[in-house]
């Protein structure tokens, strides 16, 4: 069964810093394009930060210089390190994988798998 399971959420302060982990199972994260989306209250789901299948890498505007992802192969494991936050980043975190679209459209939510996601909260 291929599952995607987040973790890592939490309420920090702003400047405050966060690590989210995404776990694979059943999917070879070294063979799939991944990704990190977030949703905010009152607002659309966005592409936060994306690893495509080639090494290509995105990170939405308002993140750069803040967050970066990264994968342990090893693990399984997809990574979203968050610092320097701020209360605009308080939305849920999910996490996806296997996209086998445009790149476009795999950042406009075009992903196969799931996670239930985790609470990302940053309060001034």
């Known amino acids: 069964q291929k599952k995607v399971v987040e973790s890592g959420g939490g309420s920090v302060h702003s400047g405050g810093e966060l690590r989210l982990s995404c776990a694979l199972s059943?999917?070879?994260?070294?063979?799939?394009?991944v990704a990190w989306f977030r949703r905010a209250p009152g607002k659309e789901r966005e592409a936060v930060a994306g690893l495509r299948r080639d090494g290509t890498t995105f990170n939405t505007d308002s993140v750069k210089g803040r967050f970066a992802i990264s994968k342990d192969n090893a693990k399984n494991t997809l990574y979203l390190q968050m610092t320097s936050l701020k209360p605009e980043d308080t939305a849920m975190y999910y996490c996806a994988a296997v996209c086998q679209s445009t790149w476009q459209a795999c950042l406009a939510g075009n992903f196969n798998h799931w996670g239930q996601g985790t609470q990302v909260t940053v309060s001034s």
């Open positions: 059943g999917i070879d994260i070294s063979d799939v394009s």
